[in-house]
């Protein structure tokens, strides 16, 4: 039988236009970084960002945009909170604190169906959504969930980060969802990553969208939006959601 909240969960998603998800089947790549300043970056530019942390048990959002502890507010569902101008995130931290989420398996997607169908987004022009690492079902259910939904592959410029996110790519592949390009994070200007993603054919297939450089002082801009806005991270950020927003700009690996 259908979960009724399947079609609950369309409906309030339905206004939104883009939805990104930043995926990397490895922890400490840069996701909950990239999909915080991404969201930064496009409010500034004018886009309304919504964000779902859907990380429960690394919930990361809430402490890289300096909220305050506090509960949601509600009307006809739960409302997001403002993080920053132009920023509203929805995340399990604001019932939980910083205690850690006991959830697993079954629990995890339960709780995301759930959280999905009684967040009353305000008018958005994109979702970004910060998603777990591993390959569990509720990477897939999520998928599931939100159809329409745009993977990013955040990986780093490492062979193990790089064999761990190829996997990952194969095995969206295999379920049938295509990401949409690889986002090489924490770049050094020596290294020579482009030879190890030709290397990995489920990456090698991807649209390159772009590279973050390896930003000392990122740590210090934590709990900032403005500082993590003037970060190097902001600007590459800004190039690359360039290339995802108009696709056709995007650099193709196999054209470098
Ligand atoms: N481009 C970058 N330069 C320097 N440090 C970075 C960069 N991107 C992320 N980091 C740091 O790497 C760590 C892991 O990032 P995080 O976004 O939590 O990864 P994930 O969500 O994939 O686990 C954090 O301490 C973050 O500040
Ligand atoms: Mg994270």
């Known amino acids: 039988m259908r979960d009724h909240r399947i079609g609950i969960i369309e409906k309030r998603l339905k206004g939104i236009k883009r939805i990104l998800l930043f995926t990397g089947a490895k922890g400490g790549v840069g996701k909950s970084?990239?999909?915080?300043?991404?969201?930064?970056?496009?409010a500034k530019r004018g886009y309304a960002c919504g964000v779902l942390d859907l990380d429960f048990q690394g919930s990361s959002i809430h402490l890289l945009l300096g909220m305050e502890p506090g509960l949601p507010d509600e009307d006809r569902g739960i409302l997001p909170r403002t993080a920053a101008p132009g920023v509203s995130l929805m995340s399990m931290s604001f019932f939980t604190g910083e205690r850690g989420v006991p959830l697993r398996g079954e629990h995890t997607t339960e709780a995301i169906k759930e959280l999905l169908a009684?967040?009353?987004w305000p008018d958005t022009d994109v979702l970004l959504i910060d998603m777990p690492p591993g390959m569990g079902d509720e990477i897939l259910d999520i998928l599931r969930f939100i159809p329409r939904s745009e993977p990013l592959v955040?990986?780093?410029?490492?062979v193990l980060s790089v064999k761990v996110a190829s996997r990952f790519a194969q095995y969206m592949k295999d379920s049938g969802v295509s990401a949409k390009g690889v986002i090489v994070n924490m770049a050094a200007e020596t290294s020579d990553f482009r030879q190890l993603l030709a290397s990995e054919p489920a990456l090698?297939?991807?649209p390159l969208?772009?590279?973050i450089p390896l930003c000392a002082g990122l740590d210090k801009n934590t709990g900032s939006p403005d500082g993590?806005?003037?970060?190097?991270?902001?600007?590459?950020?800004d190039a690359i959601l360039s290339a995802v927003i108009k696709p056709e700009s995007a650099l193709?690996?196999?054209?470098?």
């Open 252 to 256: 193709n690996l196999k054209n470098l």
């Open 228 to 237: 993590l806005l003037q970060s190097t991270v902001a600007g590459s950020l």
């Open 154 to 158: 955040v990986l780093t410029p490492s």
């Open 209 to 211: 969208l772009g590279i």
């Open 33 to 42: 970084t990239c999909t915080a300043v991404s969201a930064l970056v496009l």
């Open 204 to 206: 090698a297939a991807l």
């Open 118 to 120: 009684v967040t009353q």
